[in-house]
């Protein structure tokens, strides 16, 4: 009986991490997805504005005055950072009343984006499906009041990160350098 028992338990012992091995995992939900694409594009741009020499933070693609300057990009993205982090936090906009794309000194934008980031963080980081799908009410940069639920706000937040990281990849190669996406890892 003593021999049954041990055989049984050394085939339990032996089969249990064999299909434990077999079994896939789940794939990630969306929001964790979102959690991850956030934090490598926050990277990407923080580590881009430090990259790029303080000379060209006032330097347009063109000579249309309508298009922001690099640094302007910058404060631009600081900005809609706190407003839509605080809308989809509940809370008040931090920022509110200032308007960083003001801001010339590459010290000061670099610290108005680390700020705006590091405020979003926490929002990112607590995100969770459940409270994704909460429905909030935000005001819109024209005052309209719309109901939108959290998850949507934070991919509109991040969307509008990428696009305008986009803007400063081309003035980075605008000057042969190169941004942070693209450098050798």
């Known amino acids: 009986m003593?021999?049954?028992i041990s055989a049984i338990l050394f085939g339990l012992i032996v089969a249990v991490p064999m299909v434990a091995q077999n079994q896939q995992q789940a794939p990630p939900s969306f929001t964790a997805f979102l959690k991850n694409?956030?934090?490598?594009?926050r990277s990407?741009?923080?580590?881009?504005?430090?990259?790029?020499?303080?000379?060209?933070y006032g330097m347009r693609p063109g000579p249309q005055k309508e298009v922001r300057t690099f640094g302007q990009l910058v404060g631009h993205l600081a900005d809609f950072n706190y407003l839509w982090c605080?809308?989809?936090?509940?809370?008040?906009?931090?920022?509110?009343?200032?308007?960083?794309?003001?801001?010339?000194?590459k010290a000061d934008l670099a610290k108005a984006l680390s700020d705006a980031f590091a405020y979003c963080d926490?929002?990112?980081?607590?995100?969770?499906?459940?409270s994704g799908q909460e429905i909030l009410e935000i005001t819109q940069e024209d005052g309209r009041k719309r109901r939108?639920?959290?998850?949507?706000?934070?991919?509109?937040?991040?969307?509008?990160?990428?696009h305008h990281y986009g803007n400063i990849i081309t003035y980075m190669r605008m000057k042969s350098i190169v941004p942070a996406s693209s450098e050798p890892r």
Not at 50 to 55: I, L, N
Not at 122 to 129: A, E, G, N, P, W
């Open 122 to 130: 926490s929002v990112y980081s607590s995100l969770t499906d459940a």
């Open 2 to 4: 003593r021999k049954l």
């Open 44 to 56: 990407e741009i923080s580590r881009s504005a430090a990259k790029f020499p303080e000379e060209f």
């Open 148 to 162: 939108i639920n959290r998850l949507s706000l934070l991919v509109l937040n991040y969307g509008h990160n990428e």
């Open 86 to 105: 605080s809308q989809a936090k509940g809370e008040k906009n931090p920022s509110e009343g200032k308007d960083l794309e003001k801001l010339t000194s």
């Open 37 to 41: 694409m956030y934090t490598g594009n």
